[in-house]
């Protein structure tokens, strides 16, 4: 199993909230993303990198941010919780950009109330 | 709008039998397709992939073949077995995206003993 480490794994917090979710790897791999699953909508792309400070918007950004200061930890913020983002928030990771697999975390599951 | 889309939400098979997912995608630029299996509290875990050069790839009991001219995917799981009974996800890549893949809905797959 890849190596990737997903914090908090259930979170419930209030309309309001600032709150950061953790996503940690030991494979040294250069591209990190997250997405969120939500019933009748998939898997879903909020945010990836393709390095150290370096990232860019995905499909669904919006009252999102991410931060990349190391390698191995790539952190998404929801600056201010709303309960449109109760979702299950994986993380995953990809050698490079050829014919490479994402592999993913266990993912988180927040509850915004 | 869904770029990838799995039409049926279910499937059942008897143990021993054939299980095929369909997956159906808009975008004739997509290059490279992905297979993955998910149980409950976990995170998608990658069975099998192919590349828009090829139609066939197999791995053991996992064969995917892609009709590029019809837009789309088939994952055949033979023989079914019941530990292969969780939702099964195709995802697609737009080329030079940093390696983004857009997702379908889910097939939850039951394997009946």
């Known amino acids: 199993d890849a190596g990737i480490t997903q914090s908090p794994r259930h979170k419930v917090t209030e309309t309001g909230t600032p709150v950061t979710l953790r996503c940690h790897q030991t494979?040294?791999?250069?591209?990190m993303y997250w997405y969120r699953q939500d019933p009748g909508h998939g898997l879903r792309l909020i945010h990836y990198?393709?390095?150290?400070?370096?990232?860019d918007k995905g499909e669904v950004s919006d009252g999102y941010s991410v931060s990349r200061s190391k390698t191995e930890d790539f952190l998404l913020t929801l600056e201010s919780a709303t309960s449109s983002q109760t979702s299950v928030y994986f993380c995953a990771i990809s050698e490079s950009t050829g014919n490479s697999p994402l592999h993913f975390g266990n993912g988180t599951r927040l509850t915004v109330t | 709008d869904q770029q990838v889309k799995q039409n049926s939400p279910s499937l059942s098979v008897q143990e021993g039998r054939i299980s095929i997912l369909n997956c159906d995608y808009t975008n004739s630029m997509f290059d490279y397709f992905l297979w993955y299996k998910k149980y409950p509290a976990e995170g998608p875990t990658f069975l099998i992939s192919?590349?828009?050069?090829?139609d066939k790839n197999e791995d053991g009991r996992f064969t995917v073949f892609l009709n590029k001219s019809a837009k789309h995917l088939s994952l055949h799981i033979v023989p079914s077995q019941p530990g292969d009974s969780a939702v099964y996800f195709c995802a697609a890549r737009v080329p030079n995206t940093g390696n983004q893949f857009y997702f379908g809905t889910g097939t939850s797959l039951t394997v009946i003993p």
């Open positions: 494979e040294n791999h250069r591209y």
């Open positions: 192919i590349s828009s050069i090829k």
């Open positions: 990198s393709y390095g150290v400070k370096d990232t």
